[in-house]
Structures are given as C-alpha cells and as structure tokens.
C-alpha cells in the first residue's frame, strides 16, 4: 500500500496539518474536508487515490492537527480558508490539481476555482454543495436564525452542533447498516472540536457561512463557461445537503456524472468502495499523466 506522509507547512504565519500521498509528478488531486472533521475523513479513501495520484489532504485553520488561533486573534472567514488552502498550494508548487470537496470544503474550493480556473483538472462533489437546492431547510434553519440575528436563543441552539450527539448524528443519519461506522469518527471529530476556544471558531464561520450562498452564481457562471468535468457522489440519506443539491450541478454542466448512493453525510465510512470506484473511475477517464 502507497505511503501517507504527515506533514506541517507554515503558511502565513500558522501551521497548517496536511496528509500527503502518491507520486509527486502524477496529476494532483486536493481533498478539501467539511465541518467536524478534518484530512482523518480521508483516511480510507487516500491510499486508494494514491496508486495513480499525488494527493494533498490539508486541515483547515481550526480543524484537525492545524493551528488553531484564537477567534478574537483571526477572523475565520471562508475567504481567510481558502487563501490558506492557496498558500499551502503554493509553497508545495501545486499549479494544476483536481478538487474534491465536502461540506466546507466546498465554499472553499469554490473560491479557488473562480479565481483561478485554469488551476482546476476536475472536480468530486460529495455533499459538496454549490446550489440552493441543496439545503435541507429542517438542518439549515437554525444556522439560519442564527446567521440573522446573534441572541441567546439562536446561539444556545446553534451550539448543539458541536455536541456529540450531534456530531454522531451527522454520522449516522441516511445510513443503513450503522454498525459500518466507526464510533472513531464522531469521538475524534468531538475531541478536537471541544478544545478551548474552538466553540467561538466554529461559531464565527457558522456566522461567516452567509457569504456563500451568494457566490453560487459566480459558481455557475464558472460551471457554464469553463465546462469542468465534475462528478458528485452522494448520500441519498443525507441530512444536511439533500440529493436535490447533487442533481442540480447538471443544470450547468449537462456532461456532470452524478450517482447518489445508500448513506449519509459522511458517505465515505459506510460506502467507501463504492465511491471510491465511482471517483477513480471518473479521474481515470478525466486526468492523465
């Protein structure tokens, strides 16, 4: 099996985690993760991706094995995230890569991939949203209420998401056999997550969410003029972004392969052969050396 490295980069002052894998002179492919997690989302699926490619996993700033300053010392944006995630490709001299986004991970690639198109070979989608179609409104309201106005109440409410039970919930909601996912996960996402002071982050980008949505047309505008291959696997299950936000991506890019699969949010702990046949699949067909 293809070795995983572990590796820090400082990139504008802070120490960013990164998990590294493959030959470095085989098309790049950067695995952007979503909230609660961290590159560990990535685990099973990276040594896959690794016999044929070079493979870059950061943490965001506040995640994982990342630095994690202050919210009162830096103002986690998803703009601040992705200028991170530039940074980081920057100094390793990645120029050309596909993207796969998840959850967070997706406003963050978004921004990279408008800024700079001709970066992106390809994209993997799974319940990376880009489309209003894709929010659940039962899960999104409360980030909603809370986005609107910052009461005791909206917050009280919104802090429920970084409780375990949440965090499990993310994890096992839309899928059908639970006993195939690792209590590991929620435990691990939950620890780091709970750290002093990293409730005040994770309130800031609940909060600094608001500024994606409004992007989605530039996205599309990006979709419709550039024509990236993209595919998107996804969790029929899923509670957060439903399979309506996958099969929006081909209103603007009629040639996107889309499969929605048995499982959740967090797709890759329960069906992690099926998608990671269905992603390599698709990067054969799409990249080459």
Not at 85 to 100: I, P
């Amino acid at each position: 099996m293809t070795a995983v490295h572990h590796r820090y980069a400082t990139v504008q002052g802070h120490q960013i985690f990164y998990r590294e894998a493959g030959d470095a002179d085989a098309p790049a492919i950067v695995l952007l993760h979503g909230f609660p997690t961290s590159s560990f989302m990535f685990r099973g699926l990276i040594p896959v991706l690794a016999e044929r490619y070079h493979v870059i996993a950061p943490d965001h700033l506040g995640f994982g094995f990342s630095d994690a300053p202050p919210a009162a010392e830096f103002d986690y944006t998803f703009d601040a995230l992705s200028d991170l995630t530039k940074g980081l490709l920057q100094q390793l001299g990645v120029d050309r890569y596909a993207l796969y986004v998840q959850d967070y991970g997706a406003p963050i690639g978004w921004r990279l991939a408008v800024a700079e198109p001709g970066a992106i070979t390809a994209i993997v989608t799974q319940s990376g949203n880009g489309y209003d179609d894709g929010f659940v409104e039962s899960f999104w309201k409360t980030v909603w209420d809370y986005q609107r106005e910052q009461t005791p109440e909206t917050e009280g409410a919104i802090r429920a998401a970084l409780s375990l039970d949440v965090t499990k919930w993310q994890y096992l909601t839309g899928v059908a056999d639970e006993t195939l996912v690792s209590p590991d996960t929620w435990h691990h996402d939950f620890q780091l997550i709970s750290r002093p002071g990293n409730d005040e982050i994770q309130l800031k980008l609940f909060r600094d969410y608001a500024t994606n949505a409004p992007q989605y047309p530039a996205l599309h505008s990006y979709f419709r003029e550039k024509q990236p291959p993209l595919l998107a696997v996804w969790g029929k299950g899923d509670p957060i972004f439903g399979p309506a936000g996958a099969e929006a991506f081909g209103r603007d890019l009629p040639d996107a392969e889309i499969h929605l699969l048995e499982g959740g949010h967090f797709l890759l702990e329960s069906a992690l052969d099926e998608a990671a046949g269905l992603i390599t699949g698709f990067l054969d067909r799409r990249l080459a050396r």
